[in-house]
C-alpha cells in the first residue's frame, strides 16, 4: 500500500511528504524554543527540498517516483539534529546546488558554463567549510564520465573556484584580515566521533547502513549492465556517498547538521533500491520499520 503510494510523483505525494517533514520538525521543537530562528529553519529545508527534487528530477537519478524525497524525510527524522540554521547548513546546500552541475555534465549543453559555475559553487562552499573541496574529486570524475579531460574541460572549473578564493583573498588583504584566510587552508586531518557514540546515533546507522549496503548490493550489477547514462549517474552517486562520509568525519565542529551532506546520495541509493523489489508487501514491511524506527531514534 504504501509503497505503491509513493510509486509515482504526484502532487498528492508532496502533501503527504511535506506534512511528514512538518511533523519531525514539530517534534524537535520539543528541545528548543520557538523564535524567529525557527522560522528560519522550516524555509531552509524548504529549499533543500526544492532544490533537492530538482536534481533528482532533472538528471533522472531515479524512476518517476518519491521514494528519494520519501527517504530524504526519513532520515531527518532519524537525525533531528540536523534542523538548525548554522553555516555547515548553508554549506550543505551549496554542495547540493554544486551537485545540480556534477550530474548535470551528462548533457551536452553549455558545458563551459556548468564547468565555471561548478567551480564557483565549490569554490563558496570552501569559504564556509573548507573541507567540502575534497567534492572537487567527483566533479572531475563526472568530467571524466561525461565529457573528456582537454585543457579547457580541467582548467575552467579551477578559474571559477579560483575567482572565489581570489576575491575573499582580496576582502581580507584590503581589511587587514588576511588571518581568516590562512585558517583556510589550515586543514586538520584528524577526526573525533564522540559526537556521534550516543546509543541513537550508533543504532541509526547500523539500521540504514544495512539498508544502503542492501540497496547497493542490488542495484549495482543492473546499474552497471547497461552503458547509459544512468551507469555513470549511478557511480557518481556512490563515489558523492564516499567523500560526503570522509567530510562529516572531518569537520571539526560537529552539531548534526553536517549529516546532510550523507543524506542526499543515501537517499538516492535506498530509493533505486526499494524499486527493485518484486513484491511490494516487502517495501512496505520496509518502510514502515523504518518509520518505526526514526520515532524510537528521537525517545532513546
Not at 167 to 172: P, S, V
Request: charged share 10%; hydrophobic share 55%; net charge positive.
Amino acid at each position: 500500500m504504501l509503497a505503491n503510494f509513493f510509486s509515482k510523483s504526484k502532487p498528492v505525494n508532496f502533501i503527504v511528504l511535506f506534512a511528514l517533514f512538518l511533523s519531525y520538525f514539530s517534534f524537535s521543537l520539543f528541545s528548543k524554543e520557538v523564535s524567529f530562528e525557527t522560522a528560519k529553519e522550516l524555509i531552509g529545508f524548504i529549499a533543500v527540498f526544492g532544490v533537492f527534487n530538482f536534481v533528482i528530477t532533472k538528471n533522472k537519478l531515479t524512476f518517476d517516483n518519491s521514494f528519494a524525497f520519501l527517504f530524504l524525510i526519513l532520515l531527518i527524522g532519524f537525525f533531528p539534529d540536523v534542523i538548525h540554521i548554522d553555516k555547515t547548513f548553508f554549506a550543505c546546500l551549496i554542495i547540493l546546488l554544486f551537485s545540480r552541475k556534477v550530474y548535470n555534465l551528462q548533457s551536452p549543453k553549455n558545458t563551459f558554463y556548468k564547468l565555471f559555475d561548478g567551480g564557483l559553487w565549490l569554490g563558496v562552499s570552501f569559504l564556509i567549510e573548507p573541507y567540502t573541496a575534497l567534492f572537487g574529486v567527483l566533479f572531475y570524475i563526472s568530467i571524466y564520465l561525461h565529457q573528456r579531460f582537454t585543457y579547457q574541460t580541467l582548467l575552467i572549473p579551477l578559474l571559477g573556484y579560483g575567482c572565489v578564493i581570489f576575491l575573499f583573498f582580496t576582502y581580507c588583504f584590503w581589511y587587514d584580515k588576511t588571518e581568516i584566510f590562512n585558517q583556510l587552508f589550515n586543514w586538520n586531518l584528524s577526526y573525533n566521533i564522540d559526537f556521534y557514540t550516543d546509543i541513537k546515533y550508533v543504532l541509526s546507522f547500523v539500521f540504514i547502513g544495512i539498508l544502503v549496503f542492501y540497496s547497493l548490493i542490488l542495484k549495482t550489477p543492473k546499474a552497471l549492465s547497461v552503458l547509459n547514462n544512468f551507469r555513470k549517474s549511478w557511480i557518481l552517486t556512490f563515489v558523492y556517498l564516499l567523500i560526503s562520509s570522509v567530510v562529516v568525519l572531518l569537520i571539526p565542529h560537529k552539531t548534526g547538521t553536517e549529516l546532510l551532506l550523507l543524506f542526499f546520495p543515501i537517499a538516492i541509493i535506498l530509493a533505486n533500491g526499494f524499486e527493485l523489489f518484486q513484491k511490494k508487501w516487502i517495501s512496505d514491511v520496509l518502510l514502515l520499520l523504518f518509520f518505526a524506527c526514526s520515532i524510537l531514534a528521537n525517545v532513546l
